[in-house]
């Protein structure tokens, strides 16, 4: 069973507008959460997380924003460039077996269209 | 400043063959992760370890073996190759399990098993 699930596998924006990616998850003790952004033929790179105590993280033209009670996080980039057409991850950290783990969802392909 | 180093890129097996692929990170993080990607889906734990000496089993363990004799490597042995492993395979590292800046990933090894 999917703990993580990102429903959209592909996601088209024009560059200058708004990109959301959409991701839901089921344990309700997972207490991070973080986006990572892969080109391809690379490892995937760090870009965002948030806590489960808060509501919204902001990094430049990255936002995370997280409803606890629906499950369901989303990551906006504004204003979308063609540089961040890439394959976004979204993940989900938990405590398992003695050991803080992250759980990842199957990606989010991004394409800005110039 | 390299990172997480991973070799080699790719790697044809025939089935019934062994390899080792190999992973050292130059950050002096603690923690170290074995991942690996089919098309389409998420990263999916294999193995990881939490110092020198010491590894645990992730999601996928079947097939693989580890061992971490110093901080810096941390290689994942195929013994038996077969058709479904197949896949992409990433290495990881992070200071500590419950880093909230994600893990540093390498650029991963793409093995075809025929």
């Known amino acids: 069973d999917q703990q993580v699930k990102q429903n959209s596998p592909s996601l088209s924006v024009q560059e200058g507008r708004i990109s959301i990616l959409n991701c839901d998850y089921t344990n309700s003790m997972f207490d991070y959460f973080l986006w990572y952004k892969k080109y391809p033929a690379e490892g995937p790179t760090f870009l965002i997380s948030?806590?489960?105590?808060?509501d919204k993280n902001e990094d430049g033209r990255f936002t995370v924003f997280l409803n606890k009670s629906a499950k369901h996080l989303s990551l906006h980039i504004v204003p979308s460039q063609p540089g961040d057409s890439a394959v976004y991850f979204c993940a989900a950290r938990g405590l398992g077996a003695g050991s803080y783990q992250l759980t990842f969802g199957k990606g989010t392909k991004l394409s800005v269209i110039p | 400043n390299a990172g997480v180093t991973q070799t080699p890129k790719f790697r044809i097996l025939k089935i019934g063959q062994s390899m080792t692929l190999q992973c050292t990170q130059d950050m002096n993080h603690n923690y170290m992760y074995w991942y690996r990607q089919d098309p389409g889906m998420g990263l999916k734990l294999i193995y990881y370890s939490v110092g020198a000496g010491i590894t645990d089993k992730g999601e996928v363990p079947n097939g693989y073996n580890v061992s971490r004799s110093t901080t810096e490597d941390f290689p994942l042995r195929l013994e038996l190759a077969a058709p479904s492993q197949t896949s992409v395979y990433f290495c990881?590292?992070?200071?500590?399990?419950?880093?909230?800046?994600?893990?540093?990933f390498g650029s991963g090894t793409r093995l075809t098993v025929v």
């Open positions: 990881a590292s992070s200071p500590g399990g419950d880093s909230n800046y994600g893990y540093t």
């Open positions: 948030i806590s489960s105590i808060k």
